[in-house]
């Protein structure tokens, strides 16, 4: 393949790597967040806003959506009414 034919937008295997490290180390302060002494509101509300970053980051890299049209980011952002 000659290299003004080769696709630029695809991120090298790097950035997989940190991800799946920033993954785990949320994985690990979610568990660590569930079993701390703090009124339950807190606990939930730390844990869903641990859950959205880490449904972004999965939807965003592993499964390719950064590289999607304009067009689509509304469809993503509202995918229940789709």
Do not use: D, W
Not at 40 to 45: C, P, T
Not at 64 to 80: D, G, I, N, T, V
Request: charged share 10%; with cysteine.
């Amino acid at each position: 393949m000659s290299e003004g034919t080769q696709n630029t937008t695809h991120p090298h295997p790097r950035p997989y790597g940190l991800i799946f490290i920033g993954l785990f180390i949320l994985t690990v302060l979610e568990i660590t967040t569930a079993n701390l002494h703090l009124p339950k509101i807190y606990i939930v509300l730390c844990l869903v806003g641990m859950a959205i970053v880490k449904a972004t980051l999965v939807a965003m890299f592993y499964m390719h959506l950064r590289f999607e049209k304009s067009a689509a980011r509304f469809c993503r952002a509202f995918p229940a009414y789709f």
